[in-house]
């Protein structure tokens, strides 16, 4: 009882801030009383309710974001325990599949749909694996008031499995800590050898901070991660028509073209954020980043490997593509409250290069950023945001956004770099040095709210133009485009209850390209996710249960092909991936915090004119899996 009292006692909560409430960014104070039933005298609770027992749980455990702490306006999540969606455990199912990859967790993939990139600036461009790797800006820093523990495994059909572990405690009431290690190891859906014959294998990890000073002046959060995502590839299956024998659709017995090819993607980042409190509404701040990323490719061409690669080569015998990116990023600033809006000012500085062993020289680029922000928030349910950036000289990016209960409105206009791979690449079959223009793009977003009692509409319109766009054409060399492409994007996300325990969810996105420039992007004309499922609390209320279908589907369309030895999607006219709607059945339950999911992958298998259906051309997509898998929070 001596242990458990110390041990009660050590966790003082700090103050907790609702949702939507602006950081006062100092100690809360409260006028002295007499103490409470469960309450010490020193004005700190046990978290003992009348029965003595512990009261620790998703709401003792709460995190924040770094973004919504450096725009003053901290906000405390609980844990998740919904099963809303847990059934797309995978990154890609995560998406809304809104990404295209090979066909297996931690293989290479892509947005389906054309995405402005964050950072203006030089970027390294080997981003095929970035789905997997966890950007330390949007890390989860906690507030805990007891140890906090959350596991995660995911037993995929086929020898895919996921595993995430997750701990964080507070050392003292401003001071927390933690870790989180999450692993893949998909074995090959296309041809495996053996049980442990993995396409991917990734390990991460990574440790984190934050502390406040006892004043509330000062704020400090910081992390370093670690991800190691190794790919054995496949190359795809080969075609009937070059191979008689090789027949598409017959999964572990299909015949691809590489065996000896690896891929390699090593990326390790530091990064910290620290504010102080000058005086009420005025704070500065200083953020700092070291990213680096090793990416390397190597093959054994004395193999039949070979066959897959172009024979112009500098190499006969074997490739070793190696390319390392690193940059240095220093961002210093002034923020506050005025008026009741948020403003920010920032200047920030990016140092990096990027070395090849083919390159005589390393690309090094130093860039200057100047921006800042300003949000007014009028109520809980109407605000505006402007907030811009410029890169000195030439690039630059805007941005606005309106929100009310009714309406959402979203304009971006950007002039951004190419990457440093497509500027400038050596490799054992491909090699160029380009002065390419800075890309354009102009986006309008709208989304009309229409909410009811029984069901929820978000009709949507989004409008792009693209110019000098950069894209890798269907000689896989790099290359840009000088007309312009719009893309209209009209969409319907919908919700409806359907009596007190069925739930009918679908989104819908049609996509119209127009042009001169329109030939560089392929994006399916029409695609949509439905998901229909009963959803009700059973045996008292001690189970909760999601039984239900979902259900994917794209329109055909020519996407782009993948070639591994740079680890770049490409244009491609020779392949249709045809249109295939594809159905899960999934059954997700919650024993009070734990919760458990059993997905049937491709329930349509057999059922269709086709035999199967296509992700990327040459490889396909899953066959019928049965996935299992399940999440556990511990608060003590």
């Known amino acids: 009882m001596l242990l458990l009292a110390n041990a009660v006692q050590a966790q003082r909560p700090i103050p907790q801030i ?220 080969i075609p009937p028509e070059q191979d008689s024998t090789s027949v598409y659709f017959t999964y572990e017995d299909a015949k691809v073209w590489l065996r000896y090819s690896q891929a390699r993607d090593l990326r390790q980042d530091y990064h910290f954020y620290h504010e102080y409190k000058v005086r009420d509404g005025f704070q500065v701040y200083h953020v700092f980043d070291r990213k680096n990323q090793t990416l390397i490719f190597e093959t054994d061409l004395t193999k039949s490997d070979s066959l897959f690669f172009p024979q112009e080569r500098l190499a006969k015998d074997s490739t070793l593509n190696f390319n390392d990116f690193a940059e240095w990023r220093n961002e210093f600033g002034f923020k506050g409250s005025f008026g009741g809006f948020y403003y920010n000012a920032f200047t920030r500085l990016r140092n990096g290069r990027m070395r090849s062993r083919s390159l005589e020289e390393k690309d090094i680029f130093n860039e200057v950023y100047l921006g800042g922000e300003l949000i007014g928030k009028i109520s809980e349910k109407w605000s505006l945001r402007a907030d811009g950036e410029y890169l000195l000289p030439g690039a630059f990016r805007l941005h606005g956004l309106f929100v009310s209960p009714w309406l959402e409105l979203e304009y971006t206009k950007a002039l951004y770099k190419p990457t440093s791979m497509q500027q400038q690449y050596g490799g054992n079959f491909y090699q160029w040095s380009n002065d390419f223009s800075n890309i354009g793009v102009d986006q309008v977003k709208g989304t009309i709210k229409v909410d009811f009692e029984k069901f929820k509409l978000r009709p949507s319109l989004t409008i792009n133009r693209v110019n000098n ?45 127009s042009g001169d420039g329109k030939n560089a992007f392929r994006i399916p004309e029409l695609f949509g996710n439905t998901m229909f499922y009963f959803d009700s609390p059973a045996f008292d209320e001690n189970v909760f249960v999601q039984l239900g279908v979902d259900v994917r589907y794209k329109s055909s369309y020519f996407a782009n092909a993948y070639f591994p030895a740079y680890q770049q999607f490409y244009l491609q006219d020779r392949f249709d991936v045809y249109a295939y709607p594809v159905v899960d059945l999934f059954l997700d339950f919650r024993i009070n915090r734990t919760r458990v999911l059993l997905k049937y992958n491709h329930l349509n298998a057999g059922f269709m004119n086709q035999e199967g259906y296509f992700v990327t051309p040459d490889y396909t997509g899953y066959k019928s899996f049965i996935d299992l898998g399940i999440t556990w929070y511990l608060f003590d």
């Open 18 to 237: 609702r949702p939507g409430q602006v950081n006062p960014n100092q100690r809360q104070v409260r006028e002295a009383q007499p103490p409470q039933e469960g309450e010490e005298l020193d004005g700190r609770r046990t978290l003992l309710d009348d029965s003595t027992r512990m009261v620790y749980g998703p709401n003792t455990a709460l995190y924040f974001y770094e973004k919504d702490l450096k725009r003053n306006s901290l906000v405390l999540y609980p844990q998740d325990t919904l099963l809303d969606n847990f059934h797309n455990y995978d990154p890609v199912a995560k998406s809304g599949w809104k990404y295209q990859d090979l066909g297996n967790i931690g293989s290479a993939a892509t947005p389906v749909f054309y995405q402005i990139p964050e950072l203006i600036g030089t970027r390294s461009g080997f981003d095929a694996y970035d789905l997997y790797h966890r950007n330390p800006e949007n890390n989860r820093y906690f507030d805990t008031k007891s140890p906090f523990t959350n596991m995660s495994a995911f037993f995929g059909g086929g020898n895919r499995n996921m595993l995430d572990i997750e701990f964080a405690r507070n050392v003292n009431p401003r001071w927390n800590v933690g870790f989180e290690f999450h692993t893949i190891r998909a074995r090959k859906t296309l041809n495996p050898v053996a049980r442990d014959d993995n396409m991917a294998t990734n390990t991460a990890y990574s440790l984190h901070t934050n502390y406040r000073s006892e004043n509330g002046k000062y704020w400090f959060l910081g992390s370093f991660s670690r991800t190691r995502h190794l790919v054995n590839e496949i190359g795809g299956i």
């Open 469 to 513: 766009y950069v894209y890798f054409g269907a000689d896989r060399k790099v290359a840009q485009n000088s007309g312009e492409a719009f893309m209209l994007m009209p969409g319907l996300q919908t919700k409806f209850n359907i009596g007190k325990k069925f739930k009918w969810e679908a989104e819908v996105i049609y996509t119209h390209i």
